[in-house]
Each structure stands twice: as structure tokens, then as C-alpha cells.
């Protein structure tokens, strides 16, 4: 630290040449004579200032360097240095975790992203060392398709990998490019084949999540994936076929959540999959119109559940991928009718029949949730009164409940596109009665159909 620089500086304020009291206390203006008298001794105080600025310049700056030597010596105290290594790993890990699985990853922007570990890296020798000390911190994949070109992204990519050792990987592949009509994965360029082929040497993958921004853009199963390792996967194909035959490889799957673009009639001679450990499962209709609010018309005989059999399913979400006697049949077929718990329905019209056996015929289910795009479970005025009661749909719910006598509760949550809010409010007023039968009803004026780009998994 440079030395207390020696301050020399005369205190001996400029004196003024006559007094000045009763100008300075009143708003009458200068003769000439004043007024040259108090611009030179204007001038006088000014470069006394001047002289002053001059002498204690040096002063501040030993001030300031004295001020860095403090804080950087207080930083050796910092409460941060004395955590152990496994605590400030799990700090990373929360960070790097909360920004991967950002619900909306279009208001994420890099570096914290792109490049969590990375950045944590370079803080200091410490962290540095912290960080490769935990692998679960490199575990955590984010791939952007439109720049894997860019240079050293491969390499990176490749160390990512190794640092995350034996932890089970989780990948993002996104892609926003709009100029291309097929997705690279299935045309792919040879500067992704690195990639591709990185994918295929990965055992320790597990959880996969592909997001294409371009509505003309999919991720095809044809995808070098090694698709029997993956537990959990959020993706998009652009047919339903594709979409079963991915279902097909998908051997260890617990969470799946597959959206398809345009749905076609399947043929029947097709193998029935078993997906055993499979425990939640959304299929849906990605596209929705958004002028008119309304879904996709489900067309017979494309439903992929006509081919599957879950017995341990514990979450079904249909999104104008099947219709009421399809979904009976599959629970019927897959015996989950033990193991459902969470059931979520959204379609063009809703066969209220059908729905109720559905919550009859499970006994451990706690959560139904009905999306109508048609309107069918809006409320009539039956009492003349302009108000609106309670859907018939709902009535003939709570009256089979009555019937039932199981202890537990069943969380209902009704979403109809022709209900406006204070419609929706005064149902809702007419339902509270019914919690006392252990039956919770939610009334919404607003569908929200599955998106695969806002998804995310729960760990």
C-alpha cells in the first residue's frame, strides 16, 4: 500500500474587499461598482477551491486504495469461506437447478442458462474445485441445436459428460432456428453427428426433453437416442404413428409427456406395449386455435392407448387424444384402476356419462380435472333468476359421491370456454356446500391445455 501522502494547504480564506451582508440578504441588484468588486472576489474564492481540490486529490485516492484493502481483508472473514465443500456444492446445485428447470425457458436468458457450472467455475480456485467435485452440477445438459456449429460447442458438450461421471444425465435440446423445415435430428448436418454420437454414448441418460420453437420443427424418434434409457421425456413428433412407435422403445419410462401435431387413423394389427414402470403419462393435441378456442377434433381409432398397458399408472392427462369409451378401456385393460390418482381430461364435448363411471370405477382417484372446449358444462338458469346454478355435470357428481361413502376427498376442477368469470364465481358460491362431503369443486373460465415448451419435471 502506497504511503500517507504529506498534506500542505494554507486555511486562509480570501477576505472580501468590502462587505457584501446586504446584498447576500435581499434580492436588490449590484451597483457597477459592487458588481466588479464581487466578480473578483468570485474569482478569488474560486481558485482558492481550485488550491484546495488540488491538496487533498492526493488524499483521496489513498482513501479509496485504504477502501479496497479493507474490504478484500473483511472478505477473508466472509462467513462463505468457512462452508464446507459439500455445503457450497448444494448451494450450486440449487442455482444451476433453478435456472434448468425455469418453468418458461423463452424469459431465461444465457449465461446463467447456457453456462451455469461453467460461470461458477471461474469465480476462484475454490469454486472452481467445488465444481468438479460435483458431478451433479454438470448433470444438467442445456443443448442449442442452432449453435452446436459454433466452435468448441462439442467439446464441451463432451466435457460436460465426463464431469458429470455417474450421474444421471438430464438434456434439453432446444431449437429456434425457423429456416429450416425438418429438425437437424432428423436430417442431421455432419457438424452434429459429434452430437448424435455423444447422445448414443451417454449410459447415464435418463431424462430428455426436446423444445422446438418453430411450428414447422419436430424432434422424430428417429433421433440417435438411446431411448430405453430414458426415465422421463417431454417431446413433440409431428404424427401420432411416430409417437407410438416411440412409446414402443421407451422400455423404462416412470414420466412421458408426448404432444403430436396432426393425428391419423392406426391400424389394428399392432402389438400391445407394456410400459411397467411408466407412472404418469400426458398425451395431447399440440396444436389449438387460438382465435376460436377451440381444440381438435379427436378422430376415431387414432388414439395411441388403444396399444398400451400401464398397470402402474399413476397420473393420465388426455388432451384430444382419445375419447371417454377409449380411456375406460385402457384403465380397464392396463388394471390401474388402483393405482390412478390423477386424471385430466380436455376435449371438444364431454360425455358426462362416461366421465362419471370413470370417477366411479376408481377408488383411489383424488384429482379430475374436465376441460371443455364446447361449453356443455355450463350452467342453465333453471331458476328464472338470471343467476347461474350448478352444471348438471356437477349435480350428478356430488349425488353419486353421496352415494359412494368412501372416506376420502376428490379435488374436481371444471374448466368450461363458455363460462365468463362472474359466472364461474357464483357457481362456485354454490358449491361450497360440498365440501363438507369431502368434494372440492374449482370453477374456471379458462382452459390451459398442455404445452410442451413451458413443461417441466418435478424432481
Not at 482513501?63 to 455445503?87: G, M, N
Not at 328464472?384 to 361413502?405: C, H, M, R, Y
Not at 358460491?429 to 379458462?446: C, I
Amino acid at each position: 500500500m502506497t504511503p500517507l501522502p504529506s498534506f500542505a494547504f494554507s486555511d486562509d480564506q480570501p477576505l472580501p474587499p468590502v462587505s457584501f451582508a446586504h446584498l447576500l440578504r435581499s434580492n436588490t441588484p449590484p451597483h457597477a461598482a459592487e458588481a466588479s468588486l464581487m466578480s473578483s472576489y468570485v474569482d478569488e474564492l474560486e481558485s482558492h477551491l481550485a488550491s484546495l481540490d488540488k491538496a487533498i486529490s492526493p488524499l483521496l485516492l489513498y482513501r479509496e486504495e485504504l477502501q479496497r484493502t479493507i474490504e478484500a481483508h473483511k472478505a477473508t472473514l466472509s462467513p462463505i469461506r468457512r462452508l464446507p465443500p459439500e455445503i457450497l456444492g448444494l448451494i450450486f446445485w440449487e442455482v444451476v437447478r433453478a435456472a434448468y428447470f425455469f418453468k418458461d425457458i423463452s424469459e431465461v436468458f444465457p449465461p446463467i442458462t447456457l453456462h451455469g457450472p461453467w460461470l461458477l467455475a471461474r469465480v476462484c480456485r475454490r469454486w472452481y474445485e467445488v465444481t468438479l467435485a460435483t458431478p451433479s452440477l454438470w448433470s444438467m445438459i442445456f443443448l442449442d441445436l442452432d449453435r452446436v456449429g459454433d466452435k468448441g460447442a462439442v467439446p464441451l458438450l463432451e466435457l460436460q459428460v465426463l464431469r458429470s461421471q455417474d450421474v444421471p444425465l438430464t438434456w434439453k435440446i432446444f431449437r429456434e432456428d425457423k429456416t429450416e423445415v425438418s429438425h437437424p435430428a432428423l436430417d442431421p448436418r455432419p457438424r452434429e453427428q459429434a452430437c448424435q454420437d455423444l447422445f448414443s454414448e451417454t449410459p447415464q441418460l435418463r431424462s430428455l426433453q426436446a423444445i422446438a420453437w418453430s411450428p414447422d420443427s419436430y424432434v422424430h424418434p428417429r433421433f440417435t437416442l438411446p431411448w430405453h434409457q430414458l426415465t422421463r421425456l417431454v417431446l413433440i413428433s409431428e404424427f401420432n404413428t411416430e409417437t407410438l412407435a416411440l412409446l414402443g422403445e421407451l422400455s423404462s419410462i416412470i414420466e412421458c409427456k408426448l404432444g403430436c401435431a396432426h393425428t391419423l387413423p392406426l391400424s389394428r394389427d399392432r402389438d400391445t406395449i407394456r410400459l411397467l414402470h411408466l407412472r404418469s403419462l400426458t398425451l395431447y393435441v399440440e396444436e389449438t386455435d387460438d382465435e376460436t378456442e377451440t381444440a381438435p377434433i379427436y378422430i376415431k381409432q387414432s388414439s395411441v392407448l388403444d396399444f398400451l398397458e400401464t398397470p402402474c399408472l399413476e397420473s393420465l392427462t388426455i388432451h384430444s387424444t382419445a375419447d371417454e369409451e377409449v380411456i375406460l378401456d385402457f384403465i380397464t385393460r392396463s388394471t390401474c384402476i388402483n393405482t390412478l390418482r390423477s386424471f385430466r381430461f380436455l376435449a371438444n364435448s364431454i360425455n358426462h356419462d362416461l366421465v362419471l363411471q370413470l370417477a366411479k370405477n376408481l377408488p383411489h382417484l383424488t384429482f379430475l380435472d374436465i376441460g371443455d372446449f364446447a361449453g356443455s358444462l355450463e350452467a342453465d338458469d333453471d331458476d328464472g333468476d338470471g343467476e347461474s346454478t350448478i352444471p348438471a355435470f356437477v349435480q350428478a357428481l356430488s349425488n353419486q359421491w353421496s352415494k359412494i361413502g368412501q372416506e376420502r376427498s376428490l379435488h374436481v376442477r371444471i374448466a368450461d370456454s363458455h363460462i365468463d368469470a362472474e359466472s364461474a364465481r357464483e357457481i362456485a358460491r354454490r358449491l361450497e356446500p360440498l365440501r363438507a362431503k369431502s368434494l372440492l369443486v374449482d370453477v374456471l373460465w379458462w382452459l390451459s391445455p398442455p404445452r410442451i415448451v413451458i413443461s417441466d419435471f418435478e424432481y
